[in-house]
């Protein structure tokens, strides 16, 4: 099977994401005659489903599924995901949550479905067994979860409205359970399955610490999504346990890194190495961002602070979770960066984050924003789009893909 396709096709749709974060940063300097709202929903849907739902399921099978026996199933299930996918990107920007923008989106949430059962049925007996297999049980588990979210929207929307608190925290699960669940535990798992193959060996009973630890975080971090309600104290104090718990995972996972420091070197090039070393410090910062973010004086700025939100999520989804698939998928030799494209690629999340977070202090201070701001993000913005337009033409150019 031609996965390096796949992972061309989901660098089709980064591709296509990073012209339509262009264009929503346009909208500040230049007038569209788009809806922006249509074309955020575009941008956020395509992002984590056509991008990365593409990428780690494709990872995923390679790893655990890639046997003839499953081939023409998972062939199918992997173009039936597209078609809902593709439905999605052009009914969305026209129509918004509609009547067939809708019909896409529960048809995907059905693909998902398949893939969890296509994993669990045919993943091998020895397999299960793996540290590996139980993170990735775990994450695709969290991505089920996930979907009540969207399931919920629409009787809220019929009942409630729009305008209703339980239609931002359906949002705001989807979204906690798909960055912080889904994602990040994949990509635990994908880890977890290079260090076995390279005879790393971590004990049971330190494995069962960091899976539980961090599970937990997971889960009683969702809370921070809820606490622009100000709602009773015991959320806080539940958000700030999640957030210890996450912290405390991440220590046992850096005393496992430390342990087997020489070990872990040798399967990673130099520049897979920086790559992993960039997200470890992006996590870090992450882990403090949240447990921060449980304080009661702290929440209620981010409450009032959409651009902090943002910055938040953009720093997860395109530092640590983009750049963790970079690494994995170079690893895989599923597709090939290079250490230039890269820095263009590091140079874009740093200016675009700098701008985002500075915004919202600027919202925070009350004070003003520096003369042509938003011309500056439309630059940044650009500096991304190039950056991933040259990862996809590496790609696409044979001479360049001899892994």
């Known amino acids: 099977m031609n996965l390096k396709g796949h992972i061309k096709i989901a660098l089709i749709y980064f591709f296509i994401v990073a012209i339509l974060g262009v264009c929503m940063r ?54 039936s995901t597209q078609i809902s996918i593709l439905g999605m990107m052009f009914t969305f920007p026209f129509t918004g949550y509609a009547l067939f923008s809708i019909i896409f989106s529960t048809y995907f949430l059905i693909n998902t479905y398949v893939f969890v059962r296509l994993f669990l049925k045919h993943t091998s007996l020895e397999q299960k067994k793996t540290h590996s297999y139980k993170l990735i049980c775990a994450a695709l588990w ?83 999504s809820v606490l622009w309600m100000q709602p009773n104290s015991i959320f806080y104090f539940l958000a700030g346990i999640g957030s210890v718990f996450q912290i405390a995972a991440f220590v046992v996972l850096f005393s496992i890194v430390f342990q087997h ?34 304080f009661p004086a702290i929440s209620e700025i981010i409450k009032n602070n959409i651009d902090f939100v943002i910055a938040y999520l953009h720093w997860i989804f395109l530092g640590i979770v983009t750049i963790s698939v970079f690494a994995f998928l170079n690893y895989f030799k599923l597709f090939r960066i290079t250490k230039t494209n890269y820095v263009v690629y590091l140079n874009a999340f740093v200016i675009t984050e700098s701008l985002l977070f500075y915004k919202g202090f600027v919202v925070w201070f009350n004070s003003r924003l520096i003369e042509n701001y938003y011309l500056y993000l439309v630059i940044a913005s650009t500096i991304f789009l190039i950056a991933i337009t040259w990862l996809l033409v590496l790609q696409i150019n044979k001479k360049n893909t001899s892994y």
């Open 26 to 79: 346009m909208f500040q300097v230049v007038d569209f005659d788009f809806n922006y709202k249509n074309i955020l929903h575009t941008h956020s849907h395509i992002a984590l489903l056509g991008w990365v739902y593409t990428a780690l399921t494709t990872i995923i099978y390679q790893l655990f599924l890639s046997n003839k026996q499953i081939e023409k199933s998972y062939k199918r299930l992997f173009w």
């Open 142 to 224: 969290l991505m089920v979860l996930s979907s009540i979210g969207p399931w919920a929207l629409g009787g809220i929307m019929n009942t409630l409205g729009s305008t209703s608190s339980w239609y931002r925290n359906a949002i705001y699960f989807y979204l906690h359970f798909q960055y912080n669940g889904w994602f990040l535990v994949a990509l635990l798992g994908i880890l977890f399955f290079i260090f076995e193959k390279n005879s790393i060996s971590i004990s049971q009973k330190t494995f069962k610490l960091f899976f539980k630890l961090f599970l937990s975080g997971v889960v009683l971090t969702f809370f921070l």
């Open 261 to 294: 420091k020489q070990l872990i070197k040798i399967p990673f090039t130099k520049l897979e190495g920086a790559l992993l070393k960039t997200v470890g410090l992006l996590f870090i910062i992450k882990l403090l961002i949240q447990l921060i973010g449980a």
